[in-house]
């Protein structure tokens, strides 16, 4: 309802000891030349389908999340459709691990249930969906946080970064991967290629330290 007025911005939390330090890694998937083919000028929302249904691209997430130390939260959009299947997907990978999977149907005492249990855990993973653990929740112990689904929303990413930011005793960092797809084609670039660099943007802009790595999924 009117223009927005920026009090203090998270560096200088970081800086004043007030939030635990970031470190974005932003992962860029290079996804093979005939599946790049398929969705040239296709609608934003044909490249999601394809990217949330992507085995190899969902063998990444999960052996991502499998090779990291300390808790993890793992952000995703769509519930049954990638939420469900990272699930089990990660569960059947765990290893004796605690994983814990939340969504909009969860019930709220079942989700503050799992927010006690992390908080004892050191190695856990949670798959949660961006409408419930982008704002309101609070997690100390999570170090490290995965953007599993593609999203625009600057005000919405920066929420879900905060989840990894809250400090606890022995805790001094966050780990945050970002994911994004390369789909290009000759000319033609990818929508959520596009927003990724917009997301690129908004850590520059919050001057985070970030480092770009590329991954081949052929």
């Known amino acids: 309802f009117g223009p927005t007025h920026k009090i203090i911005d998270t560096k200088e939390l970081i800086d004043s000891g007030k939030l635990a330090a970031i470190k974005v890694k932003c992962l860029v998937l290079s996804h093979p030349i005939e599946e790049r083919k398929k969705l040239i000028a296709g609608t934003y929302q044909d490249e999601v389908e394809h990217i949330i249904s992507f085995e190899p691209r969902n063998k990444f997430i999960r052996n991502l999340a499998i090779s990291l130390k300390g808790n993890t939260l793992i952000l995703y959009a769509?519930?049954?459709?990638?939420?469900e299947v990272l699930h089990?997907?990660?569960?059947?990978?765990?290893d004796g691990r605690k994983v814990f999977f939340v969504h909009g149907g969860t019930d709220t005492s079942d989700r503050e249930a799992i927010r006690h249990i992390t908080e004892g855990e050191e190695d856990a993973i949670i798959i949660a969906s961006f409408g419930t653990f982008s704002t309101g929740i609070n997690i100390p112990s999570i170090e490290n946080v995965i953007f599993a689904s593609p999203s625009k929303s600057k005000i919405r990413n920066l929420q879900s970064i905060g989840r990894g930011l809250r400090l606890k005793d022995g805790k001094t960092k966050c780990n945050l991967f970002d994911i994004a797809d390369d789909l290009h084609w000759k000319s033609w670039k990818n929508h959520t290629l596009n927003h990724a660099a917009e997301r690129y943007k908004t850590y520059a802009e919050e001057e985070f330290k970030i480092k770009l790595v590329e991954v081949d999924l052929c």
């Open 78 to 83: 769509y519930v049954e459709k990638h939420g």
């Open 88 to 94: 089990d997907m990660i569960r059947d990978k765990a």
